[in-house]
């Protein structure tokens, strides 16, 4: 079969690999239908996350249910499901709790000597714990299946977010990012009532997603001139419920600057060169909390898959370039270069 694979920065190649098979009694292999790439994946692509030659990559897919081991009992061939970005067992002490991203088995799709999500089928373990089944229907539906495949990560990491920051009904919200985690994170504000959000961003497309997701205002301006925004914005008070979907030093700086004394930030950007953006006699003087981290999207799934089906929310917009597998390599190119915001895989 087909499958996406990375060997050095830059240097993403579609090539045939062996087809996944069932290993373990708790595994099920899923034949894929629609897959992406996250922003996350550019950090390998670019060389600042490390991967050996010729490792699979992609941790974001839906598809058909091919094949069962002897114990999977929670879903059968032919069904329709989606898979949150790690696989977890759905039993262990952590997943019991709902923190399925610490489960004591679990793991992260395109690690060493596991499949990608990026190629035309999977192997996942523990089944059962992982997989979430899908209407059969929304199969031969394009816009919905579009929806569904952002529970397998940013919609759910949005929520995380959104969460973490304590976005709720009155409360004002602020989301640095105005990437497909940023906009879901607006999406997941507004489901949760918040009566403002501002989203940072700079990028029309971008801002116009994040307007019919439920901004009420934009701030395109960066670092002190976009705190002096915001700040403006809430009577020199700042926000609630911040939400840091970047990663990086000066995104968590500006984070800090725009909360409100006794607010809250929910972080879910990956930290690249944020090691030093956070001053905790700041935060301790101005009671800021900080909670998030990576999301535990297989929790959320149920709670946010019936609003997906019926029309209350709808995160599709986030696709913006749609491709076949053998253009994988150029959907990495085409994010990079900012000339797409997110790339959906059509198999």
């Known amino acids: 079969m087909r499958a996406t694979t990375i060997h050095a920065p830059f240097d993403m190649r579609v090539e045939d690999v062996p087809e996944p098979v069932v290993q373990l009694p708790t595994d099920a292999v899923v034949r894929v239908l629609r897959a992406c790439i996250c922003g996350s994946d550019l950090w390998a692509y670019r060389g600042e996350a490390k991967r050996q030659p010729g490792q699979r990559i992609g941790h974001e897919f ?23 970005f790690m696989w977890s067992d759905g039993v262990c002490d952590y997943c019991a709790e709902g923190l399925t991203t610490s489960c004591e088995h679990g793991g992260f799709w395109g690690s060493v000597g596991y499949d990608g ?71 997941a504000a507004k489901r949760l009532g918040a009566e403002r959000i501002i989203a940072l961003g700079r990028h029309r497309a971008r801002t116009d997603i994040a307007r019919r997701f439920g901004a009420t205002d934009v701030v395109a301006e960066r ?66 909390a900080l909670r998030g981290g990576v999301a535990p999207v297989r929790t959320y799934i149920p709670e ?44």
């Open 117 to 187: 999500g990026q190629g035309e089928a999977v192997r996942v373990p523990f089944a059962d714990g992982t997989l979430v089944q899908l209407p059969a229907e929304a199969a031969s539906d394009d816009h919905l299946l579009s929806g569904l495949l952002t529970l397998s990560d940013v919609l759910g990491t949005g929520h995380h977010a959104a969460l973490g920051a304590g976005a709720r009904p009155g409360a004002t919200v602020v989301v640095v990012g105005d990437g497909a985690v940023g906009l879901c994170a607006v999406l």
């Open 223 to 288: 670092g002190d001139a976009a705190v002096a925004a915001v700040r403006e914005l809430t009577r020199g008070q700042g926000a609630h419920s911040v939400i840091e979907a970047v990663g990086t030093e000066q995104s968590m700086r500006t984070a800090v600057d725009i909360t409100r004394d006794g607010g809250a930030i929910g972080f879910v950007g990956v930290p690249h060169g944020s090691g030093t953006g956070l001053d905790l006699s700041v935060m301790f003087n101005r009671n800021i």
């Open 62 to 84: 839906l598809g058909i249910v091919e094949d069962t081991g002897s114990e999977v009992s929670g879903v059968r061939r032919g069904d329709l499901v989606v898979a949150p």
């Open 304 to 347: 946010l898959l019936p609003d997906v089906l019926d029309g209350t929310i709808d995160p599709s917009p986030v696709f913006d370039l749609t491709i076949g597998v053998e253009d994988v390599p150029q959907g990495y190119k085409a994010m990079d270069e900012r000339t797409a915001l997110k790339v959906q895989v059509a198999f």
